[in-house]
Every structure is written in C-alpha cells, then in structure tokens.
C-alpha cells in the first residue's frame, strides 16, 4: 500500500504532496513485534528499518523480479520475492528469532535482552504541567438515542472481570463545537502550545449524488491561492468531510479568503464552517461498499494493569457484536498494541481480517508490563497502524479506538511525528476515536481532543462510575452522559458505518419524514403550559445535527411562526438523505426531534 503523508514544511512554506511510486515494507517478529535496524538488501541497495519497523524503497532500487535480503543480529535471514507488494499492500517480512541474544547500536542506546528488541531513545523528556478546570456551561448535551441507556451514580460492585463493567462518557466536540474555542482560548489555553495542534479553522463539505445519496470515501482537498494542498482527507459515511487550516504549526499559504476545495474535478471557493456547508454534487448512481474496518490501538504499559483486563472483555464482546449491530456488514478488525523506547518492544501489530477471531486472540494474550515514566509511544503506535494495518481505501467506515491512559512525550521530534500521524490519518478517512483511562490530565484531555477533531472522530472518557481503576479525569464539558463503554463503542461503529440504502430506507421508527425546505421545532405546543403558551417565550436556537451528532448548523434570531403543532419553521440547507436531529432548549429543558431527510 503507497502512503502518502502530508506534512508542514516550514512556517513560509506550503505543503507538497510526494506522488513517487515506493514500495513500503515492514520486519517484524514472530510474536508481530516491528524490528528496528534490521538490514535490508536488494539488488545493490542497502538500508535499515527504522525504528517502527519500517523500510521504504523508492522507484529505481528495486524490480518485481528481485528478492529482499532481511536480516537481523539475533533472527535468522530471510529472502522476501516482491512480486506485486507494494501495489496495493505494504511488503510484511516476518524474522524467526535464532536464541541468540540481540544488540541493536545504530543511533541509540541498546541494552542486552533475550528474545526481544529493548531499544532505549536518547530524546529528552519534558515534564508535565496541571491545573485546575471549571466546567463551560450553556451548551447542550447531544447523543444519538437507541443505542445503549444512560447511567447515573456508583455502579454495583462485582469483582468478576467481563464485559459491560467499564463506564464512559462520550465529549463529542463536533457537536458541541460552539464550546471548543473557549476551551482552546480559556480553560484549556495552556496547553495548546505544548502540542501546537489547533483544530479551529473549520471546513465542512457535503457530497451527495444528484439525488441526494451521501457519496462516502471521495477525496476532498483544500487548497490555497497557489492550488497548493493545505489538508486533505476523504467523505465520511454521511458524504462530510472536515478540512481544517492551520492545523499544526503556523503554516501560512496565501490569503485565507482565497482558499478553494476540491472534490474530484470540482473546485469551488471555500466558506469557513461559520458560513456554511461546502456542498458538491455529482450525476452518479448510488454506490457504496459494505467493508467497515475497525482497529484497536491500545496502551500496554505497566500502568494500564488497572484496567487491561477489563479492556480485554470489552474488546472481544464488541468485536463479536459489531458484525451483528451493523447488520451484517463485512466488518474486519485488528489491533495494535504498544508500550515505549527502552521497554521489551515499542509496537505489536495484528493486521485487518475479516477472521474475528484472530484479532480477539491477539488482544487476549497482551499483557500490561514496563513503562517506567508517564508518556508513552503514541505516534509511533499511530504509525503502525496508519502504515502497516491493510486498510480498505473504498470502506465505508474506517475507525481507530485509541485506548490509552498516557500522552506522547513533548520533544519536537516526537510532536512532529504526531503531527504527521494526525495528517496521515485524516488523507485515509482513518477516524481517530480515543478512549481515555486513569492518569490523564488536562494537557492530555486536550491533545486527545484534538486527535478526535482533526480526523472526523470523537472523544470517551472512561468514569469512575464503574469503580474500576484509578480516579478518572472529568472531562471540561457541559454535560456527560454516562455509559457502558462497550455498548459506546459498538454504537459509535454503527454511527460511523450507517449509509442509506439506494432506495432510502432506514428502518427506524418515529421519524418525521422532511421533504421540504423547512426544519421543524423539536417541541409541540401540546409540550407547554397554558401560561407558557401565553408568554410566547419561543425558543430562539434551534440546532441541526447529523446521525453522529455532529453539530451541522445552529439556528439564531427570531423564529417564523408556524401551525399550533410547530412554533417555528427554518430553512433547511443542502443536506445528503440521512436521519438527523433538531434540538433546542426551551424552559429548562432540551428537546429533541429525529427527522429523515431525503
């Protein structure tokens, strides 16, 4: 599989994207530990993975007719055809250990060990600052219904470990994107320049076929004035796409009035998200593959004891009811599992299958050792991932769950590699859902925040509901719905992976059907008191969310009057056919109406 990774060139530079055919490989172990420093040889070309286990051939060193040569201190060699790797697939090379003990110098210090890679980084580690957070209030509390029922108080206690125990909230920032910036600006304003990641400068962008069916997994660019790529990323299951600017770092490419985007060969010029969607249409017939490919990247350091085994569970009981939820839909899972430089291994990587089972396993056998300081190899884990994992380029869900109770380490170089991992993520549709345990702090709430926004995805946050673990961060939100964390993550799948048929069933009920151009109030007059209706107090925001929950548009000023049966009626912008929903908070309450738009 190519990859092509967008990156920030410099603070005067644009981005550029590199179109060279390569061929990427990667060397791992038998137990899927990636290898760092093994040597590979083809032909007259002699290099070394790199310490992800990865090695990259550009066009010219090398022809489908050669063998690769890999070997390491400690593994027997082995001779790789290439055959057609590297069309569609990276090249997997996997190194039978030989008992010997193995030492690895190039570049780093090394440390003796049997039958593993021990590596330890040179880079400085910097420390953490904390503070404390008040919560933002006056915003509403948005979830999508049907899925799983909200919890409240202390769980019973049980000490047998299965799924359904472990508790969470979900922050979904797209949906209450109204708050974002007086987190970035205020409570959270500390900690922006440690990551330098920087989701405001917001793009969304709408493709349907001309009879309104989302078209999902097309390629959306933005561009400057220059028709320089400043991010890219594909349609979700809905036909959205975020673009963002400014993402990372201060690169400025162009006035910010001149930006355009472009979907296939249409180029329109670009409306911020305060402006509106961005919308594209295409004379296309209804489309869409039923591949939904489901990775898990977890945290396997010493400090995940608390909750690894209960993670375990609850990753094999939504693994083996995705396929069933989603109805039927070609689901293939893997896994990734990480620790940090200096411990027994950096990455351990099971590969996308439509066997279940297999990725089940490969969780099941991980255990929660080493560690030692509190970050941990975050981007190198997002690197496996992203690079070796064989994701789907036509699926129609493409979901990370990022499970960790630790940040990366803040030197440059680490941030730098994140940031090409978060750019990575976005050019593939990879949407990034990280699920946070016990011991992060609010500089990590906000970088996982952030990794959830700049990949289309959203944010849980483990609670101490279920009395499992160490004390839980409270996220800094409004409100916070609280759930079993598995029934999240199955819903968040069926979310993510939910497309109207060609014919524009949905098969839900209680549904207002919208065929028109207007958007109904989410409360009846039936709803209100006599002096209520009397005070004509209607509400004065309305806001229009998708089947995620992502806030789409927000509605503000004096409403139309409508019939007895709807206070008000607003004009509905061009949407892609879907279940949505209409919200607004009138006398102390949120209402909500579920509409279908087709």
Known sequence: MMMTIIGIASASACVHRDTLPQLTGFV?????????NAVVRVGKTRLHTSWDGRFILKSGEYKRSDKLVVSCEGYETQKVSIGDAGANE???????GNGKQQVHREGLMSKRALGGTVMYSTMAREGYATMDTEAVMDASEVTTEGYSAPMSGKMEANNAISAGKLTAGEVNDFTKWHLWSGILDGTHRQFVSAWNITPRHRYTVQVTNKNGYPLVARQVSLLDNSGN???????DNTGKAELWYQLTGKNLCGKHADFQIRVDNQV??????????????FDEPCDHTDVVDVMFVFDATGSMGDELRYL???MKDV??????????????????????????YLTRLSRLTEEVSSTQTFIAE???????DFPEAVPEALMAALNGAGWEADARARIAFLILDAPCHRDSVTIALLHDQLLNAAAQG?????VVCSGVEESGELLMRSIALATNGTSFFLTDDSGIGNSHLKPTTDTIKVEHLNDMLVRTIVEFSTVPDCAGHWHMDEIDRIEGDFIPNPFEISDLTEEEIAQKDSPSILYLLDITGKLICVYEGSLEEASDSQLARLPLPMLSTGVYFVKAFYNGTWHTRKILVH
Request: net charge neutral.
């Open 319 to 344: 693994i083996a009811r995705a396929k069933q939820a989603t109805g039927g839909l070609n689901i293939r899972t893997g896994a990734v599992v990480y620790r940090d430089h200096g411990d027994d």
């Open 366 to 372: 991980q255990e929660a050792a080493c560690g030692g």
């Open 90 to 96: 990276p090249l997997m090379v996997v190194l039978k």
């Open 268 to 281: 329109s010029k670009a409306k911020d998200w305060s402006e509106g969607l961005n919308t594209f249409v």
């Open 312 to 314: 375990q569970e609850e």
């Open 430 to 434: 990879v949407r990034i859902v990280p």
């Open 229 to 235: 790529t400043l991010f890219q990323t594909v349609t």
């Open 28 to 36: 791992m172990d038998s137990a899927k530990a990636l290898i760092p």
